[in-house]
């Protein structure tokens, strides 16, 4: 619907004018003055689409009016009616952009067909002015939309947006950025500004990068305290959570102009990508660098405390020490994933080596899985599953720790003379060479590394009490290829050298 403004001092002229655009049903709106002193005045406080004004009235008449209205809204389209057909009123109105003169009186056909004409153009101005206006939002949002990319100059965009009223440079700035699990965006959009204007009182920009993802840009004059910041992101948070979605919300750290604010665009972005137990509160960016430093050493501390626990065996302290530090990641909110991720793997992989599960296939699988967790609870469930696991392979090793050091024995017995170690042995048996070790021991009393020494020890006293191979070459049958090296080992466990035994075992067989 569009505004007319019906300016005469004549009431009846008015009220004929009225008659006319009810009997054609024009889609006007209509308001009237008696002068063109009130007639301005109106305008200045309404808006007004078309200007019909007499030219004879008191106070001021209808080409200055058409003048003045002209200056304030060059929009407004003016018709021009008088009593006085001549040719100078008609230069005149064609001076101050009237688009039309009429004659009084007025000739019906020519008063529709004149109104028809005019309301086409206010109709089209109309179109354009929505159309340009629309564009010019799209072109700041748009701009917006690139102020948000951390590798852009802030600057040259800063410099684009001041062409819309937007003067960044010297304000102070702070970006809250919220994500949903669903497109809340897309679907509450309206709901959502509403909640802005409700929640942020000082200036702001909002700024949709997705359906799911929307920063909001607030800013000041003045100095943006930490209290108010953290008072309308919480009133954001709790407005938007208690509508039933579920939402994150990263606050940036506070800046002025232009030099900072790269920099904490790209910390969100870097937080959003690393940031466990994402859809459980607000992460306060300055916060996280508060804090980082003592969350790495208490990290720290509880992963040597589990790993104690792992070697001792003690899966139930592993369970409540793992459980205290999900419990501690969840309440931080902004502890590093990937930092957790390999910690967890960490411990993942002290666990395995401590129960003998040598297959890198399996610790390849738990990888990936821990590795593509995007939430604290996905993390806690692969990690209750190697819990289990290892439970589950400490049981059926207790029963099977009898026949794989058996198997261990027999090894050593079978394969003494040749180049075997404690990590050859533990991948004949497909376990890890600490596994080994420790149920070797366990079973037997004494270290694999031990038991393999003594057994090629005695096999060697027993090739030289024989005395059919020369003594450089009963190393190398027990598994000795240096000679210096088996010599010096033969010493230390007997007390005289491979020489001194053979010619001691000689004499004993003379003698008897």
Same mark, same amino acid.
């Given at each position: 619907?569009?505004? $007319?403004?019906? %300016?005469?001092?004549?009431?009846?002229?008015?009220? *004929?004018?009225?008659?006319?655009?009810?009997?054609?049903?024009?889609?006007?709106?209509?308001?009237?003055?008696?002068?063109?002193?009130? !007639?301005?005045?109106?305008?200045?406080?309404?808006?007004?689409?078309?200007?019909? #004004?007499?030219?004879?009235?008191?106070y001021m008449d209808g080409l200055e009016l058409a003048r003045a209205a002209n !200056?304030?809204? =060059?929009? &407004?389209? $003016?018709?021009?009616?008088?009593?006085?057909?001549?040719?100078?009123? !008609?230069?005149?109105?064609?001076?101050?952009?009237?688009?039309?003169?009429?004659?009084?009186? $007025?000739?019906?056909? /020519?008063?529709?067909?004149?109104?028809?004409? %005019? &309301?086409?153009?206010c109709m089209e101005k109309r179109e354009w002015e929505e159309k340009k206006e629309s564009l010019l939002v799209a072109d700041k949002s748009l701009l917006l939309f690139k102020l948000m990319n951390p590798k852009v100059s802030c600057e040259e965009i800063g410099k684009s947006l001041e062409t819309y009223g937007l003067h960044l440079q010297n304000k102070h700035m702070v970006v809250f950025s919220i994500e949903t699990e669903e497109n809340y965006f897309e679907h509450s959009y309206e709901e959502f500004l509403k909640i802005l204007e409700r929640d942020i009182p000082i200036s702001y920009e909002y700024v949709n990068r997705y359906p799911n993802l929307a920063n909001i840009l607030v800013y000041s004059a003045d100095r943006l305290e930490?209290? @108010?910041? /953290?008072?309308? !992101?919480?009133?954001?948070?709790?407005?938007?959570?208690? *509508?039933?979605?579920?939402?994150?919300?990263?606050?940036?750290?506070?800046?002025?102009?232009?030099?900072?604010? *790269?920099?904490? %665009?790209?910390? &969100?972005?870097?937080?959003?990508?690393? #940031?466990?137990?994402?859809?459980?509160?607000?992460?306060?960016?300055?916060?996280?660098?508060? /804090?980082?430093?003592?969350?790495? #050493?208490? @990290?720290?501390?509880?992963?040597?405390?589990v790993l104690k626990s792992i070697s001792d065996r003690n899966l139930p302290a592993v369970r409540e020490q793992m459980a205290g530090y999900l419990a501690c990641l969840k309440d931080e909110k902004s502890s590093s994933a990937m930092y957790a991720k390999y910690t967890f793997l960490d411990i993942v992989k002290a666990m395995y080596e401590e129960y003998g599960i040598y297959q890198k296939a399996i610790l390849f699988e738990t990888t990936e899985e821990i590795m593509r967790c995007s939430e604290l609870d996905e993390v806690e469930?692969?990690?209750?599953?190697?819990?289990?696991?290892?439970?589950?392979?400490?049981?059926?090793?207790?029963?099977?720790?009898?026949?794989?050091?058996?198997? &261990?024995?027999?090894?050593?017995?079978?394969?003494?003379?040749?180049?075997? =170690?404690?990590? *050859?042995?533990?991948?004949? %048996?497909?376990?890890t060479p600490a596994y080994v070790s420790y149920i070797f021991k366990q079973e037997t009393g004494s270290s694999l590394i031990k038991y393999l020494t003594d057994y090629r020890m005695q096999q060697a006293k027993t090739l030289l009490e024989q005395g059919k191979l020369k003594i450089v070459n009963v190393g190398k049958a027990c598994g000795y290829p240096?000679?210096?090296?088996?010599?010096?080992?033969?010493?230390?466990?007997?007390?005289?050298?491979?020489?001194?035994?053979?010619?001691?075992?000689?004499?004993?067989? @003379?003698?008897?």
């Open positions: 619907m569009l505004r $007319i403004l019906l %300016v005469d001092d004549e009431k009846t002229e008015r009220d *004929g004018i009225r008659f006319l655009i009810d009997k054609f049903d024009l889609p006007l709106k209509v308001a009237e003055a008696s002068n063109g002193k009130n !007639a301005l005045a109106y305008i200045k406080e309404h808006p007004v689409d078309i200007l019909l #004004t007499d030219v004879k009235m008191p !200056a304030y809204n =060059s929009r &407004i389209v $003016i018709i021009i009616f008088s009593a006085y057909g001549e040719f100078e009123y !008609a230069r005149q109105a064609c001076e101050v952009n009237a688009v039309n003169y009429l004659l009084k009186p $007025i000739e019906v056909d /020519e008063f529709r067909s004149v109104m028809e004409k %005019v &309301i086409n153009i930490r209290e @108010t910041i /953290e008072k309308a !992101a919480g009133k954001i948070y709790r407005d938007v959570a208690g *509508g039933g979605a579920r939402v994150s919300m990263i606050v940036g750290e506070r800046c002025f102009g232009w030099k900072d604010f *790269g920099k904490n %665009v790209q910390e &969100i972005e870097r937080l959003r990508e690393d #940031t466990f137990s994402y859809f459980s509160g607000i992460i306060y960016a300055d916060r996280v660098h508060r /804090e980082k430093e003592e969350r790495l #050493t208490q @990290t720290e501390l509880m992963k040597q405390k469930e692969a990690f209750c599953r190697v819990m289990e696991k290892a439970d589950s392979i400490g049981q059926e090793q207790t029963a099977d720790i009898s026949q794989t050091v058996a198997n &261990i024995i027999r090894i050593v017995k079978n394969e003494y003379m040749e180049d075997l =170690s404690l990590e *050859g042995i533990a991948e004949k %048996v497909c376990l240096n000679q210096s090296y088996f010599n010096r080992l033969f010493k230390n466990h007997f007390g005289i050298t491979p020489k001194q035994y053979r010619e001691q075992a000689k004499g004993q067989t @003379t003698e008897g």
